[in-house]
Every structure is written in C-alpha cells, then in structure tokens.
C-alpha cells in the first residue's frame, strides 16, 4: 500500500519536544503575569459565524479570512482575539462585571503570504479592560507594569516601552486642516523607522500634503529628549486644538503613573512617532521592543479604543489592551538564540524496575506523584544501560532504582544523574525502624 508523505502545510508551525515544552513555559510565564494583576481567563470558538466575525472586516483583513460553508451555515475562523471579545461583551454584558478585565491566549488564522518568521496559525496573548460606559485613563498606565514584568519573567532586561497618544497626533492634523488624511497619515509616519524620513516625506506629498504641513508633521515626531522635556516641548508647540490638549493631558497622567506602578523609567518612554497602523486605537498607544534586536520589530502591543463592540450593541464600551504575538516571538528569540530549548522532559524522577512485578515500583511512583512531582516509570522489557541512557537522553535529573534488594529493605536510592550521587530513602516506614 503507498504511503502518504507526512507533510505540515506552510505557515503551520510544529515543534519538537524540547522546544514545545519551552513555548509552554513561555505561555505559562506570560498567563500567570497576567493572573497575578486579575485578570479573568476566558475563552472563545475558533470557528465563528461568518457574519458575525466580519461585522466591521474590510480590505486586507477580509482577504485573509479562512471562510468555508458547512451546511447551509457560512463560517469563518477568527483572525484575531478581539472581534470575539467584543462578541462576548456585547452578548453577555448583564452578566459580567464591569471593568471586566480578561486575558485569552489562543490560536488565530490569517491567510498571509508566508515567509521567514510570519504563520498562517499562531497563538496570540491578549489582556483588556473594558469599561462600561466608561474607563479611567488608570488602566492604561497599568498595563506597561504589565508588560514590564511580563519580559522580566521571560528573561528580559533591555526593553522600552514605547507609548504616544493619538489624540495628539489627530488634533496636530485637525490644527493643519489634514483632518480628512489623518488615517494615511499615520499609516506613513508609523513606518518612518522602516522606510526612513525621506521615503515618509515622499508618500506625504505623493497624497498632496504641502511642505509647510509635512514640515510641521516632523517637528512633531522628531521632538526629543526625556520624557519630561517631550512634554514641555509638546506644550510649547501652542497647539490651541482641543483633541490636542486632551492628548496632553492622558499622555502626561499615563506617564506620571507608569513610574508609581513601579517600570523603571529606562524600560519605558514617550515616542511620538508610536502611530499603531490600525485606525482602531483613539488615544494611548503602546509598542515594545528589545533594544538590541530593533529588526524583530514590536513584541507587545495595543492601546485605547472608544467602543469595543459598535458593531453588536447600542451600549458605549471602552478599552484598552496589548497583544503578545507568542508564536512569532518565540519563533524569533529561538531563530537568534536568545532562548534555549534544552529541556527535553518534564519528568523530575524516572522509576527503573529491575523486578518482573511491577506493584511496587507503581506505588511509589503514585507516592511521588501525590507529593506534587513529576514521575515517569520506564514499563518497557529492556537492558538497565539502556534505562540510564534514555533518562540521559530526556535529561531527567534523577532516577529511582528499584530490585529485589530495595522491595525486602522498603528503601530505593534515588540517584543525580548530574553528579552521580545517591541518596537512600525509606518508601516502606513499617520496616524503617526494623
């Protein structure tokens, strides 16, 4: 009979184990971060109704959606973790508590080009805060503490968190009567690190801004200093724009509070260049990255949005979240080598019988387990060299001998498999004092 060639589609990734149990760990780092500043977990269908995912879709969004018809029913596979959020609030708004603060790491889908780094299926780590009706300009000033001690946990020390206001920025082109461009603007100016200046002003005066605007756009984005004097110089700009002045005002509370949320001011600053490419985000804005590795790009971000679910309800429901891109970033770390998947078990203790019967090795490694560690007994028929050297293989720190010897004595010795050492240990305590 022929045989199928096992294949993984491109875009798909998979891991061997050493590898997946260091995704896991990340993934568990990042959950218990999130948990640790109560945050409710919760969880949404990866298959939703076609109609209901792409309420608000368009353009590039809308081409990577995986759509198919199962029945009579057209259905759609989420592309993100957001549009199923704001279905859940505005489905179950009576009977959540507001505000309802919820993290969701999951899988999503989006049928991209693939190449080098981007996937077709991968896991994004979303915390948000919505309010109902309305939401303190507080909550965006925690989560950069949130962020914060999310990259510690995963090993990290050299990180800025980069965060602006886009009320800024959309008054500034109120005050210049560019209003109507705002969204390409900020479209263009978000990839000024990418492109560089002389591109950005080329794609300004491709969508007919005048010089004087253009020159007013990048004495905006290029001020500079500490986040103290950003702030005096935004001041002496005497921009008289209302929307300007409200953006101000958040950016400076943000700041103010980020520090008595304990981030060190090196870990975070004001970045007026920070535009976050969707037209999605209306005031804060965060991105992150790893100082020594600016090509990867942000590894955390998001911001403020006016309502979360416009599309599904009447009801005003504002928020702020960021998302972690998990399956990329640990794509990238592991591809630099800033991680290292050198764990190859998750088993503490490895439980070698060199006795037919099996009961007593069984109930001790029950007793083991029942004390909180990891055990794995080796059940196969093989030679004792061929036991140590798969729990060499798999690295497992320490293994448990049990023979004829140990079951009349109730003791089995427990062995380093690092140094060699042995330690003997009572499993029977009726024969412990015989």
């Known amino acids: 009979m022929p045989k199928t060639e096992p294949r993984t589609l491109p875009g798909f990734m998979e891991l061997l184990p050493n590898e997946q149990i260091l995704f896991e760990q990340m993934k568990q780092k990042i959950e218990k971060v999130y948990q640790r500043f109560g945050f409710l977990p919760m969880d949404t269908p990866i298959i939703e109704l076609s109609e209901v995912l792409l309420a608000k879709a368009g353009g590039e969004t809308e081409k990577q959606i995986y759509r198919f018809e199962k029945g009579e029913r057209d259905l759609s596979l989420r592309f993100d973790l957001t549009v199923p959020l704001a279905k859940y609030v505005a489905k179950n708004h009576g009977n959540l508590s507001f505000p309802y603060r919820r993290y969701q790491i999951g899988k999503v889908y989006r049928g991209e080009r693939t190449q080098k ?5 991968f896991y994004q780590c979303d915390i948000d805060i919505i309010g109902d009706e309305e939401l303190s ?3 965006d000033a925690e989560l950069p503490s ?6 510690k946990e995963l090993g990290f020390d050299d990180f800025t968190i980069r965060m602006n206001n886009r009320k800024l920025l959309n008054g500034l082109f109120e005050e210049i009567g560019q209003k109507q461009n705002s969204v390409e603007i900020l479209r263009i100016i978000d990839k000024i690190e990418k492109i560089g200046k002389e ?3 080329k794609e ?10 253009i020159d007013k756009i990048l004495e905006f984005i290029e001020i500079n200093g500490t986040n103290q004097e950003k702030l005096e110089k935004l001041e002496k700009l005497n921009i008289e724009n209302e929307q300007f002045k409200k953006g101000l005002e958040e950016i400076r509370e943000v700041l103010n ?3 008595i949320f304990g981030v060190p001011e090196e870990n975070y600053n004001l970045d007026l260049t920070i535009a976050r490419g969707l037209d999605y985000y209306t005031g804060t804005v965060y991105e992150t990255f790893l100082n020594k590795y600016r090509e990867i790009g942000s590894v955390c971000s998001g911001g403020r949005y006016e309502n979360l679910a416009e599309n599904y309800t009447n009801k005003k429901l504002p928020g702020v979240g960021i998302s972690i891109g998990l399956t990329r970033l640990f794509y990238v770390l592991n591809e630099l080598n800033l991680i290292k998947p050198e764990k190859k078990s998750i088993s503490d203790v490895l439980v070698i019988s060199m006795v037919e019967n099996m009961k007593v090795p069984i109930e001790i490694a029950t007793k083991l387990r029942q004390e909180g560690k990891n055990v794995e007994i080796y059940l196969n028929n093989k030679k004792l060299k061929a036991k140590f050297k798969y729990a060499d293989k798999l690295k497992i720190p320490y293994v448990i001998v049990i023979g004829e010897e140990e079951i009349e004595k109730g003791t089995y010795k427990i062995r380093n498999m690092q140094t060699g050492e042995e330690k003997e240990t009572f499993w029977d305590e009726s024969k412990k004092h015989k």
């Open 199 to 201: 591109s950005v002003i």
């Open 146 to 151: 949130i962020i914060y001690q999310i990259f």
């Open 137 to 139: 300009i507080l909550n």
């Open 204 to 213: 300004l005066e491709e969508i007919n801004i005048k010089k004087e605007n």
């Open 257 to 259: 509070y980020v520090k």
């Open 117 to 121: 780094g981007r996937f077709r299926e």
